[in-house]
């Protein structure tokens, strides 16, 4: 176990490594100068060379990353070129809002998602089935921001029931309900895709463990079928919670979309409006920002697999 | 034929189908059948409704008829949804069995790379590349492959592995056989049903992603007509002239849609081991 966790550690390492110089490359590959952007088109030469000193671009490349990284492990991230203010800070404000979104269309999903996936798996080409099987390729078909669109086409102007865009009014009360009243629409939008692939793979799931011997033997000692069917999810239930877990990780970014559409102030819109506006220092410290998370997150699932499935050993 | 016979015979399927082959012959001909010229404005008539004479869509906020943005598009947005997964395939399917055969160093640098790109998420490893690459249909194409690829290497690791080891190919090496050959010739037809039901199931997906990031701006810049720039610009309008960014979103739905029924579809026909159960399995995104 500790030679385990030793080793993905120093793997966790290597990614990042790998991964910072990518992004620290790629970010200065793209067309287009970021000086020439904060300056604005009256700048002349020797100013925008001064605002080049000022953030350290006049040096060498290799100059350059060593220092972002030197203060990246010191949890500094530099500047926003676009904000001025200190990336770390805007990033995990940002961080906590995209959280909350995936948070609230994680439950909307799994709801859908196990719950249908589970009845439909349970019946094979039954009604529920084929509804749940609907239900499903209509929320892969469709495309998260034009649902998104639909909703406040929908819900906030022919019907003023819920927000348009944001995370809190501008006057009011605020507080919690507040947040919540926002989070409804953008949920629902981010929830579709999520929730119509988890509803086919524990749809696939259910029936691969109804075909396993086991359950041959719990109906032939006569258990009551309330009973399989709760061995039945028991067993599947690794294999669900991984598919959730993946899901739920593949959101982190993928709710960029739903974010733009409803100007949600998280990672995603963050990253956007970064990449947008050529901001190098916001653009870099938030990609290697979220592959963080990201790697973490997947490192963690794979510690915590056996707590749910003892058949797992780590080596 | 057979096969074409019992994949169409069932109605669902059969619809489906024919949505999708409609749709992709009104691309290539568009030309030909596209009512108007897809950037031409008509002044007196922005946001004109469904069914107005002569633009049985209506138009846009700047006065250009829908229809014909929405044949036109269906060049770009099927295109962009395509050729990447198709590019990701051949580069992913060659990496994954170059990996799966040499052991040892090159074995390990492949796979080391691509557990670093596993560390991007899909989606913003396409967004950052297409800012890298630049705007544009290509960059924009070039970028959503290369987010493909590790996942196309693992699905075709994970299987050509374990084909080392079967008795025929182990046979064929001993035989003395190149290693080309026994990568194309004896591992590449065992996997290469569940590649094209992979293929197939990523394209409906990678339509909408395409569409996404034009969305966003990041890939096809104005007036070139694509659905997903089509429904952000309509999007400035959505008060007065609901339809204009609606009408390609349906569209965009309805293609997707029925291209996911014949993927699954293909699915139940050629992958062996859903073949038996009726059950569909869709390669996990993430």
Not at chain 1, 108 to 127: D, E, V, Y
Not at chain 2, 243 to 263: A, D
């Amino acid at each position: 176990m500790i030679r385990y966790i030793i080793r993905r550690g120093s793997h966790f390492v290597f990614i990042l490594f790998a991964i910072s110089v990518i992004v620290f490359l790629a970010i200065r590959m793209a067309p287009g100068d970021p000086i020439v952007h904060l300056a604005g088109p009256f700048a002349t030469a020797t100013q925008r060379a001064q605002i080049r000193t000022s953030y350290g671009l006049d040096k060498p490349l290799p100059v350059q990353y060593v220092k972002w990284v030197e203060k990246a492990v010191q949890g500094d991230l530099g500047l926003s070129m676009q904000l001025h203010v200190p990336v770390w800070g805007l990033l995990v404000g940002k961080l906590l809002n995209s959280v909350l979104l995936i948070v609230g269309s994680m439950i909307i999903a799994i709801t859908l998602g196990w719950g249908l996936g589970i009845l439909s798996g349970l019946k094979p080409g039954s009604f529920v089935d084929r509804l749940a099987q609907l239900l499903a390729i209509s929320g892969i078909s469709l495309p998260a921001f034009w649902f998104g669109m639909l909703l406040i086409i929908a819900f906030a102007i022919r019907l003023p029931w819920f927000p348009a865009s944001g995370i809190i009014s501008n006057r009011g009360s605020g507080g919690v309900g507040d947040v919540l009243w926002h989070l409804v629409l953008p949920a629902l939008a981010t929830a579709a895709l999520p929730a119509g692939i988890m509803i086919r793979l524990t749809r696939s799931t259910i029936i691969e463990t109804m075909q396993l011997p086991f359950v041959n033997a719990l109906k032939a000692k006569g258990l009551s079928n309330r009973v399989v069917t709760q061995h039945i999810i028991r067993n599947a239930m690794p294999a669900l919670l991984n598919m959730t877990g993946m899901q739920a990780g593949f959101l982190l970014t993928a709710d960029i979309f739903t974010e733009v559409v409803f100007s949600w102030p998280g990672l995603g819109f963050q990253i956007y409006t970064a990449i947008i506006a050529q901001d190098y220092m916001a653009v870099q410290g938030a990609v290697l920002f979220v592959c963080i998370i990201f790697v973490a997150l997947n490192i963690i699932v794979d510690v915590l697999r056996p707590l749910f499935d003892p058949r797992i050993r780590l080596v | 034929m057979r096969f074409l016979k019992k994949f169409l015979s069932r109605p669902s399927t059969m619809a489906a189908s024919a949505v999708v082959v409609i749709v992709v012959l009104l691309a290539i001909m568009a030309p030909l059948v596209s009512p108007w010229d897809p950037v031409r404005v008509f002044p007196g008539l922005r946001n004109a409704s469904l069914f107005t004479p002569g633009h049985i869509l209506g138009t846009d906020q700047a006065g250009r008829d829908i229809l014909s943005r929405l044949i036109w598009g269906a060049r770009v947005t099927l295109v962009m949804g395509t050729v990447p997964v198709v590019l990701s395939m051949v580069i992913g399917t060659l990496l994954g069995l170059i990996a799966a055969y040499y052991a040892g160093a090159l074995d390990f640098a492949i796979l080391r790379l691509m557990e670093v790109l596993f560390a991007f998420p899909l989606v913003l490893l396409a967004v950052l590349a297409a800012a890298v690459f630049g705007n544009g249909m290509v960059n924009a194409m070039l970028a959503m492959a290369v987010a493909m690829v590790p996942y196309v290497i693992r699905a075709v690791y994970a299987s050509a592995k374990p084909a080392m080891e079967l008795t025929y190919v182990e046979a064929s090496i001993i035989r003395g056989a190149s290693a080309s050959h026994v990568m194309l010739a004896e591992i590449l037809p065992s996997i290469f049903p569940s590649l094209v039901v992979f293929a197939t199931s990523m394209i409906p997906l990678f339509i909408i992603f395409a569409a996404g990031l034009s969305y966003l701006g990041v890939a096809i810049q104005p007036p070139t007509p694509e659905w997903g720039l089509m429904i952000a610009e309509g999007q400035q309008v959505i008060q007065v002239a609901s339809h204009v960014p609606t009408v390609p979103g349906l569209v965009l739905l309805v293609v997707c849609f029925c291209l996911n029924v014949v993927s699954d579809r293909l699915q139940r026909e050629l992958d062996p081991r859903t073949r038996q159960r009726h059950g569909a399995r869709l390669p996990a995104s993430g």
